[in-house]
């Protein structure tokens, strides 16, 4: 690959870490694609995409930004960042300049994962709580990853990251996919965000979009190859 290929900047969503991009990393790392996966805050949608903005803004040369699940809704807001070329959605919301996931969810049906999240309080400046949400244990497997090996889904359960709550009301500040060239894949079985919001928001963004049949919400991590080559694609065409 030239000087010029963009780096491909992974931002995972709530209910993961940055190691469920690992089948994606090394697929882009075997073609000599430069790519990071920072760690998102997942503290609310202006800060984690203020970060993400940073992390792009420091990253030299152009970068492709790549968000799975509440992933997409930052990239959404940190693709304004001048050196951002192209935006991947996986399995992701994709809103609208004042539109919120709440907004964005409440046009579909409700998925299981609704009904199959656990509150958890964390410490905030000034000595209150603010609230946070995980997926229960029982229910992770079929809400977030369906067609995953069973051992690989208990470490991926184990090891989630809770979502503050306030992220669902939050609005996007802007919208970057009305300025820059986006790709979009839909996971066709998903239990944790309906498919339709997918393809609403692909739809929306005038994404190139790929679906995949039976895809759970972990497509990421169920099916690298695929997720990697959507991503080679919009390397290819911001190179």
Sequence with gaps: ?????????????????????????????????????????????????????????????????????????????????????????????????????????????????????????????????????SITEEAFPAVFAADVSGSVVKVLAASQRPLAVSAFTETASAAAWRTKPSWAIVAGADQAINPEVERFGAKRAGAVTVEIEGASHAVAVSRPTAVADLIRDAVRATS
Excluded: C
Aim: proline residues 5%; aromatic residues 8%; without cysteine.
């Design 1 to 133: 690959m030239s000087t010029s290929t963009p780096t491909v900047v992974l931002v995972h969503g709530a209910f993961a870490d940055a190691a469920g991009w690992f089948g994606v990393i090394n697929e882009l790392q075997r073609h000599g694609i430069p790519v990071i996966a920072p760690a998102n805050p997942l503290r609310g949608l202006a800060s984690d995409a203020a970060y993400i903005a940073s992390v792009a803004a420091q990253t030299a040369g152009p970068v492709v930004l790549v968000g799975h699940s509440y992933g997409g809704a930052i990239i959404t807001v940190a693709g304004t960042t001048e050196n951002v070329v192209g935006l991947v959605y996986v399995a992701a919301y994709i809103l609208e300049e004042g539109e919120s996931l709440g907004d964005l969810q409440g046009r579909f049906p409700a998925t299981a994962l609704v009904s199959s999240l656990k509150q958890w309080t964390y410490p905030v400046e000034g000595g209150g709580l603010a609230e946070e949400v």
